[in-house]
């Protein structure tokens, strides 16, 4: 293309030319000297178009131009200095119109006007200006001093208000030129071309919120694509799919809102996290672990409250019989006096025995109401449904949790840096919550600490080891103890029972010597596990299990001498029942002894003067209500007597006392972590065992749960102090849920085994008249069900099928067993090699250099850079260099050279040895051409 | 010479909001995440933000690009900003003159790039500003100890601060160099998991 096609045109375009090469040329004149040297050397690239020098070209070439631009626009300066704010703009400007310009000019302008792809020739410049961009940025790092002192401040204040009027007219030349130009010719495909930068720009006015730039910069190149796809737009057709667009981004946005109300929401309906979380961020993570479980059972337990009320003491409290009916639900007239007595009832005697709480109270009525409730049979089918229902529960969340990693902790790569750089909620707007976070950052961070120095410790591992079976042969030979203490205080105590001189002490031995065991035996584990040094997490576990066992003891005196007393209770029974059968009869006889009228019907007996059994099911579930409740008093009293009560007199005490209190001997409790789960266990296992028989039981725990919730609470932020080494809980609670299970299991036991060997009492409970429990559903069976559903049962249990079956479940145990062991081998495995890739990356890393364009923006982005007026860059020297490489080359080197030197900022630290780049082609480099090359025609990372 | 307004004004989608209070509210409107309906809402929101700051510094009618700015000390008493402990970090990040100054274009931009639909790689890149407390380009110990002294109040020992700063470094830096570039860092918020969700300013 001739040069002179038309000189004003050229002199716009090349304006636009220029500043948009130049535009990361910003720091240009710092190396103005070297960009002299290198822009005749590029000139004359260009004119050959040698492949072999194109590495050089790339880095070459820009820099000329910058320079030309930066002379032409420092005598540019001299009539308006405003200009430089706009330098941004000015840089993204040159583009639209000069490439407009090239797509005039026909083949080989096309080529040149390529954005980013293909087209060989266009490529090398393209390349250099990136490279230019490079080098400058990196430059800049080091003489942003200099830069920052120099021509930017002056022209900044007033730049900016004119900068709009600048812009635009500048624009509107260069655009109007090269419309005109456009328009002359226009061939297929420039069309093409066309509608592909218009495709460009389009994405990148949809992008450009991505992009990390300072709104001046966004404002202008989208303000400059706008114009652009404008412009082209309406000569390739319209734009289409805006309206749609905006529609879409906005339904987005809505959607988005909604998923976060939605969210929002959600958390706000999962209860006391709020309160869970407060706890957490002082106390760590393994005392909110303890609030997790709790709210965990609150929820189980309202289901089963709600099974237990409304399957079986709703409907009998509605459709039964009303108190006082039959003999079962009336008070015997020999406790009628003393039934409202405050300590009858508190012993959950008189009124309360024969309530709706206990299991004596529901009658055996086979169906009860107009709905014709089968009460007896929905009585044993929630009896067994709570143990199926919790079984299920505490299994399943066993299995999420164990989805969930069940890792101690550790918890992959990043965690510091993660804790570091995305812990702030930036969210937070308010002084309490963001205290809160304060806090619980330092204790995540505490926590982390704690992990990190258990892993770091270097350990004797031989003392280690022999202190650690020291201290578990300590506890097994203390456990023993008690557990034969227990074994022989048990026994005495049945010796006992046959004698009556007994004292105090003999009277109440097994209760003492078990609370005894209860209070010396933790704390004397907990500093025998001293010895061990395990990470306080896995020293909780131990403690757990260990106090687990000792426990057990008392679960099992327990259910000892519940037995006993059923048993003696059955045996009463059978001599009770004609005992009353008699007196009924004897009832009838007075009766017509006494009037002598034979035919009158003899009035009922009162109910009240009936006969009654031992009925053992409500003795059994008044023990478990009054275990439970004193259960409630004995932690509640503790709460306040050991923590608030201590926490107010080492609060108090200290201003007048002679050493310090808060800081020496009492000072405040600590949350007792392991107490509280077992307590919280144990209390489970004794509501699962007793809700059979006092249905009322598991409305008494759910008050218990929820109250408990409110007031450990309150009581460990109010009194309590954050354990010493604040450790992390482990991810998942599945060794809090693993003891509940056995509890779970051990519950059902007895249970199970009273309902199905024992007799029913004969005249209290749903399952009265009846040989077992049980048959209350062969009874549904044969009555409710069609003939041959029941043949199918008695054949279902044949135990020529049962044992099948059960060897069937066996093998399937074993198959699924070794299927998970084989996976879990299968992780270890992937989790070696992620480890390994890993490592290969960091390898790699280190090898290659990080400088790509994401720095570079980056760079851009720092403070007193971006601002920068960037005096030089807007220039547009006479468009030169490409067109006519060779001679104009050599003339504008000339140039270059004369005024590069006036230009103040060229005193910017030359980074670059100026060596290599003699003016010969490539003297200082023999590296070859091709891909390889490239990276030595870079001199290597500039200096950090 | 204004050709461009003439342009401009002849698209179609910008016809509309010709009321706006500010010449270069349409582009601006486009490079916030602000969706073109709501956007013209959304942009007088924050410029009534802005001027709440200070009613008699900032002028209602921005036609003419005035050049003005808030300093850092307004800037931080927002109750978006103020429990914030990198706060000031924020505003310097996004200033030009990186002294905190921010001009209505800055704050915009600050906002538009905390928003919450903001692009996870804008975001960990101003994260990435915000952290890089000396502006070296890099996160160095310096800046590690600094971030971890403003979470937690300075409750660490310097030991556990120390500790702290070696595996934090250790876990992310990749080229061994003993700080985090860029590319470390992305490389490790790119993982993170709540990154995202914990890094946008609502207003």
């Given at each position: 293309?001739?040069?002179?096609?038309?000189v004003?045109?050229?002199?716009?375009?090349?304006?636009?030319?220029?500043?948009e090469?130049?535009?990361?040329?910003e720091?240009?004149?710092?190396?103005?000297?070297?960009?002299?040297r290198?822009?005749?050397r590029?000139?004359?690239?260009?004119?050959k178009?040698?492949?072999?020098?194109?590495?050089?070209?790339?880095?070459?070439?820009?820099?000329?131009?910058?320079?030309?631009g930066?002379?032409?626009?420092?005598?540019?300066?001299?009539?308006?200095?405003d200009?430089?704010?706009?330098?941004?703009?000015?840089?993204?400007?040159?583009?639209?119109?000069?490439?407009r310009k090239?797509?005039?000019?026909?083949?080989?302008?096309?080529e040149?006007?390529?954005e980013?792809e293909d087209?060989?020739?266009?490529?090398?410049?393209?390349?250099?200006?990136?490279?230019?961009?490079?080098?400058?940025?990196?430059?800049e790092?080091?003489?942003?001093?200099?830069k920052?002192?120099t021509?930017?401040?002056?022209?900044?204040?007033?730049?900016?208000a004119?900068?709009?009027?600048?812009?635009?007219?500048?624009?509107?030349g260069?655009?109007?030129?090269?419309?005109?130009?456009?328009?002359?010719?226009?061939?297929?495909?420039?069309?093409?071309k066309?509608?592909?930068?218009v495709?460009?720009?389009?994405?990148?006015?949809?992008?450009?919120?991505?992009?990390p730039?300072?709104?001046?910069?966004?404002?202008?190149?989208?303000?400059?694509?706008?114009?652009?796809?404008?412009?082209?737009?309406?000569?390739?057709?319209?734009?289409?799919g805006r309206?749609?667009?905006?529609y879409?981004?906005?339904?987005?946005?809505?959607?988005?809102k909604?998923?976060?109300?939605?969210?929002n929401?959600?958390?706000?309906c999962?209860?006391?996290?709020?309160?869970?979380k407060?706890?957490e961020s002082h106390?760590?993570?393994?005392?909110?672990?303890?609030?997790i479980?709790?709210?965990?059972?609150y929820?189980m337990?309202?289901?089963?409250?709600?099974?237990?009320?409304?399957?079986v003491v709703i409907?009998?409290?509605?459709?039964g019989?009303?108190?006082?009916?039959i003999?079962?639900?009336?008070v015997?007239?020999?406790?009628?006096?003393?039934?409202?007595?405050?300590?009858?009832l508190?012993?959950f005697?008189?009124y309360?025995?024969?309530?709706?709480?206990f299991?004596?109270?529901?009658?055996?009525?086979?169906?009860?109401g107009?709905?014709?409730?089968?009460?007896?049979?929905s009585?044993?089918?929630?009896?067994?449904?709570?143990?199926?229902?919790?079984?299920?529960?505490?299994?399943?969340?066993m299995?999420?949790?164990?989805?969930?990693?069940?890792?101690?902790?550790e918890?992959?790569?990043f965690?510091?840096?993660?804790?570091?750089?995305?812990?702030?909620?930036?969210?937070?707007?308010?002084?309490?919550?963001?205290?809160?976070?304060?806090?619980?950052?330092?204790?995540?961070f505490?926590?982390?600490?704690?992990?990190?120095?258990e892993?770091?410790?270097d350990?004797?591992?031989h003392?280690?080891?022999?202190?650690?079976?020291?201290?578990n042969f300590?506890?097994?030979?203390s456990?023993?103890?008690s557990?034969?203490?227990i074994y022989?205080?048990?026994?005495?105590?049945?010796?006992?029972?046959s004698?009556?001189?007994?004292?105090?002490?003999?009277?109440?031995?097994?209760e003492?010597?078990?609370s005894?065991?209860?209070?010396?035996c933790?704390?004397?584990?907990?500093?025998i596990a001293e010895?061990?040094?395990?990470?306080?997490r896995?020293?909780?576990?131990?403690?757990?299990?260990?106090?687990?066992?000792l426990?057990?003891?008392?679960?099992y005196?327990f259910?000892f001498a519940?037995f006993?007393?059923?048993?003696?209770?059955?045996?009463?029974?059978?001599?009770?029942r004609?005992?009353?059968?008699w007196?009924?009869?004897?009832?009838?006889?007075?009766?017509?002894?006494?009037?002598?009228?034979?035919?009158?019907?003899?009035p009922?007996?009162?109910?009240?003067?009936i006969?009654?059994?031992?009925?053992?099911?409500t003795?059994?579930?008044?023990?478990?209500v009054?275990?439970?409740v004193s259960?409630i008093?004995?932690?509640?009293?503790?709460?306040?007597?050991?923590?608030f009560a201590?926490?107010v007199?080492?609060?108090?005490l200290n201003?007048?006392?002679?050493?310090?209190?808060?800081?020496?001997f009492?000072?405040?409790?600590?949350?007792?972590?392991s107490?509280?789960?077992l307590?919280?266990v144990?209390?489970?296992g004794?509501?699962?065992?007793?809700?059979?028989?006092?249905p009322?039981l598991?409305?008494?725990?759910?008050?218990?749960?929820?109250s408990?919730?409110?007031?450990?609470?309150?009581?460990?932020?109010?009194?309590?102090?954050?354990?010493?080494?604040?450790?992390?809980?482990?991810?998942?609670?599945?060794f809090?849920?693993?003891?509940?299970?056995?509890i779970?299991?051990?519950?059902?036991l007895?249970?199970?085994?009273?309902?199905m060997?024992l007799?029913?009492s004969?005249d209290c409970?749903?399952?009265?008249g009846?040989?077992?429990?049980?048959?209350?559903?062969m009874?549904?069976?044969?009555?409710?069900?069609p003939a041959?559903?029941?043949?199918?049962?008695?054949y279902?249990?044949?135990?020529?099928?049962?044992?099948?079956?059960?060897l069937?479940?066996?093998?399937?145990?074993y198959?699924?067993?070794?299927?998970?062991?084989?996976?879990?081998g299968?992780n270890?495995?992937?989790?070696?090699?992620?480890q390994?890739?890993?490592?290969?990356?960091?390898n790699?890393?280190?090898?290659?250099?990080?400088?790509?364009q994401?720095?570079k923006?980056?760079?851009?982005?720092?403070p007193?850079?971006?601002?920068?007026?960037?005096?030089?860059?807007?220039?547009?020297?006479?468009?030169?260099?490409?067109?006519?490489p060779?001679?104009?080359?050599k003339?504008?080197?000339?140039?270059?050279v004369?005024?590069?030197?006036?230009?103040?900022?060229?005193?910017?630290?030359?980074?670059?040895?100026?060596g290599?780049?003699?003016?010969?082609?490539?003297?200082?480099?023999?590296?070859?051409?091709?891909?390889?090359?490239?990276?030595?025609g870079?001199?290597?990372?500039?200096?950090? | 010479?204004?050709?461009c307004?003439?342009?401009?004004?002849?698209?179609?989608?910008v016809?509309?909001k010709?009321?706006?209070?500010?010449?270069?509210?349409?582009?601006?409107r486009?490079?916030?995440?602000?969706?073109?309906k709501?956007?013209?809402?959304e942009?007088?929101?924050l410029?009534?933000?802005?001027r709440?700051?200070?009613?008699?510094?900032?002028?209602?009618?921005?036609?003419?690009?005035?050049?003005?700015k808030?300093?850092?000390?307004?800037?931080?008493?927002?109750?978006?900003?103020?429990?914030n402990?990198?706060?000031?970090?924020?505003?310097?990040?996004?200033?030009?003159d990186?002294?905190?100054?921010?001009?209505?274009?800055?704050?915009?931009?600050?906002?538009?790039?905390?928003?919450?639909?903001s692009?996870r790689?804008?975001?960990?890149?101003?994260?990435?500003?915000?952290?890089?407390f000396?502006?070296d380009?890099?996160?160095?110990k310096?800046?590690?100890?600094?971030t971890?002294?403003?979470?937690?109040?300075?409750?660490?020992?310097?030991?556990?601060?120390?500790?702290?700063?070696?595996k934090?470094?250790?876990e992310?830096?990749?080229d061994?160099?003993?700080k985090?570039?860029f590319?470390?860092?992305?490389?490790?918020?790119?993982k993170?998991?709540?990154?995202?969700?914990?890094?946008?300013?609502?207003?």
């Amino acid at each position: 293309m001739p040069r002179k096609t038309d000189v004003s045109q050229l002199e716009d375009v090349g304006i636009d030319i220029d500043t948009e090469l130049s535009n990361s040329d910003e720091e240009a004149p710092k190396r103005a000297k070297k960009g002299g040297r290198g822009g005749g050397r590029g000139g004359r690239g260009r004119g050959k178009k040698a492949a072999s020098e194109e590495e050089e070209d790339e880095d070459e070439v820009p820099a000329p131009r910058g320079r030309r631009g930066g002379n032409r626009k420092a005598a540019r300066k001299g009539k308006d200095g405003d200009d430089e704010d706009a330098d941004d703009d000015d840089d993204e400007d040159g583009k639209g119109p000069k490439k407009r310009k090239k797509g005039g000019k026909g083949k080989e302008g096309d080529e040149e006007s390529e954005e980013e792809e293909d087209k060989k020739g266009a490529k090398g410049k393209k390349k250099g200006g990136k490279k230019g961009k490079d080098e400058e940025e990196d430059e800049e790092e080091g003489g942003k001093g200099d830069k920052g002192a120099t021509g930017k401040k002056g022209a900044k204040g007033k730049g900016k208000a004119k900068e709009d009027d600048k812009k635009k007219k500048k624009k509107g030349g260069g655009s109007s030129s090269s419309n005109s130009d456009e328009e002359d010719s226009m061939s297929e495909g420039e069309m093409a071309k066309l509608m592909e930068e218009v495709e460009e720009k389009k994405k990148l006015i949809a992008t450009i919120r991505n992009k990390p730039w300072r709104m001046r910069r966004r404002l202008t190149h989208l303000r400059e694509s706008q114009q652009f796809v404008d412009k082209f737009e309406g000569a390739l057709g319209k734009g289409k799919g805006r309206k749609w667009y905006a529609y879409k981004v906005m339904m987005k946005k809505k959607w988005i809102k909604f998923q976060r109300d939605f969210e929002n929401f959600r958390t706000a309906c999962i209860p006391w996290e709020r309160k869970i979380k407060e706890v957490e961020s002082h106390f760590g993570s393994s005392v909110a672990s303890y609030f997790i479980f709790l709210r965990w059972m609150y929820g189980m337990n309202l289901v089963l409250f709600g099974f237990t009320f409304g399957l079986v003491v709703i409907p009998e409290v509605l459709m039964g019989l009303p108190y006082g009916s039959i003999p079962r639900k009336t008070v015997p007239r020999a406790e009628a006096d003393s039934a409202q007595d405050y300590s009858v009832l508190m012993d959950f005697n008189g009124y309360c025995k024969y309530s709706v709480l206990f299991y004596g109270f529901y009658n055996n009525q086979r169906t009860i109401g107009l709905l014709q409730f089968r009460l007896p049979l929905s009585y044993l089918m929630v009896g067994i449904g709570t143990f199926g229902y919790s079984l299920m529960v505490v299994i399943r969340t066993m299995a999420k949790n164990a989805d969930v990693g069940g890792g101690d902790g550790e918890d992959g790569e990043f965690t510091f840096a993660w804790k570091m750089f995305t812990s702030w909620d930036y969210l937070i707007g308010n002084a309490e919550t963001a205290d809160n976070k304060y806090a619980s950052i330092t204790t995540s961070f505490k926590e982390s600490i704690v992990d990190e120095q258990e892993n770091q410790k270097d350990e004797n591992i031989h003392l280690r080891r022999f202190l650690r079976v020291l201290a578990n042969f300590m506890i097994i030979c203390s456990l023993g103890g008690s557990g034969y203490l227990i074994y022989f205080v048990v026994k005495r105590s049945q010796e006992f029972a046959s004698r009556d001189d007994l004292s105090w002490y003999e009277k109440n031995e097994l209760e003492i010597i078990m609370s005894l065991l209860g209070l010396v035996c933790p704390p004397l584990f907990e500093t025998i596990a001293e010895l061990e040094e395990y990470h306080p997490r896995i020293a909780l576990k131990w403690q757990l299990g260990r106090i687990f066992a000792l426990f057990l003891g008392n679960l099992y005196t327990f259910l000892f001498a519940l037995f006993d007393e059923v048993n003696t209770k059955l045996e009463l029974e059978g001599s009770i029942r004609n005992a009353s059968l008699w007196n009924m009869k004897e009832y009838y006889a007075n009766f017509t002894l006494n009037s002598n009228d034979t035919d009158a019907t003899p009035p009922p007996m009162h109910p009240s003067d009936i006969i009654r059994g031992p009925c053992w099911e409500t003795g059994v579930g008044i023990e478990f209500v009054k275990l439970t409740v004193s259960d409630i008093q004995v932690t509640y009293l503790t709460i306040l007597i050991g923590d608030f009560a201590r926490a107010v007199i080492v609060r108090f005490l200290n201003y007048c006392w002679c050493w310090d209190l808060e800081a020496g001997f009492p000072s405040y409790g600590e949350f007792d972590i392991s107490g509280n789960v077992l307590g919280l266990v144990f209390n489970q296992g004794m509501i699962w065992m007793g809700a059979f028989y006092a249905p009322g039981l598991v409305g008494i725990n759910v008050l218990r749960l929820l109250s408990s919730m409110y007031y450990q609470c309150w009581a460990v932020m109010a009194t309590n102090v954050p354990h010493e080494r604040v450790f992390k809980a482990s991810k998942s609670n599945n060794f809090y849920m693993g003891l509940l299970l056995l509890i779970l299991f051990l519950s059902l036991l007895p249970v199970v085994y009273t309902i199905m060997t024992l007799p029913p009492s004969f005249d209290c409970g749903p399952f009265s008249g009846k040989a077992k429990m049980f048959d209350v559903i062969m009874e549904t069976i044969d009555l409710d069900l069609p003939a041959f559903l029941g043949t199918l049962f008695s054949y279902a249990a044949n135990p020529g099928l049962i044992i099948p079956a059960v060897l069937l479940m066996v093998l399937a145990i074993y198959y699924l067993n070794s299927v998970s062991e084989a996976y879990q081998g299968a992780n270890m495995e992937l989790k070696k090699k992620m480890q390994m890739a890993r490592d290969e990356e960091k390898n790699r890393r280190n090898n290659t250099e990080s400088t790509d364009q994401v720095q570079k923006d980056l760079e851009d982005l720092l403070p007193n850079r971006s601002l920068a007026p960037e005096p030089e860059k807007e220039e547009p020297p006479p468009k030169p260099t490409k067109v006519k490489p060779g001679a104009a080359g050599k003339k504008d080197l000339q140039k270059d050279v004369t005024l590069a030197s006036p230009n103040p900022n060229v005193r910017g630290p030359v980074n670059r040895p100026p060596g290599p780049r003699g003016p010969g082609p490539m003297p200082g480099h023999p590296g070859g051409p091709g891909p390889g090359g490239r990276g030595q025609g870079r001199p290597g990372p500039p200096p950090r | 010479m204004h050709f461009c307004d003439g342009k401009i004004t002849q698209l179609e989608w910008v016809t509309s909001k010709q009321r706006l209070p500010m010449n270069s509210s349409k582009p601006i409107r486009t490079a916030l995440s602000f969706p073109e309906k709501r956007s013209y809402g959304e942009l007088a929101l924050l410029h009534g933000r802005y001027r709440e700051l200070a009613p008699h510094l900032v002028p209602l009618d921005y036609t003419n690009n005035p050049d003005i700015k808030l300093p850092l000390s307004l800037l931080v008493s927002m109750p978006e900003l103020k429990e914030n402990p990198f706060r000031d970090r924020i505003v310097q990040t996004f200033s030009e003159d990186g002294q905190g100054d921010l001009s209505f274009n800055d704050f915009v931009d600050m906002f538009s790039a905390l928003c919450e639909s903001s692009s996870r790689e804008l975001k960990t890149r101003y994260a990435f500003k915000i952290y890089d407390f000396n502006r070296d380009n890099f996160i160095c110990k310096e800046d590690l100890e600094k971030t971890i002294n403003k979470l937690t109040k300075g409750e660490l020992t310097p030991e556990e601060v120390t500790l702290v700063c070696d595996k934090a470094i250790e876990e992310a830096d990749l080229d061994g160099d003993s700080k985090l570039s860029f590319a470390d860092f992305e490389n490790m918020i790119s993982k993170a998991p709540d990154f995202l969700s914990t890094f946008h300013v609502r207003i």
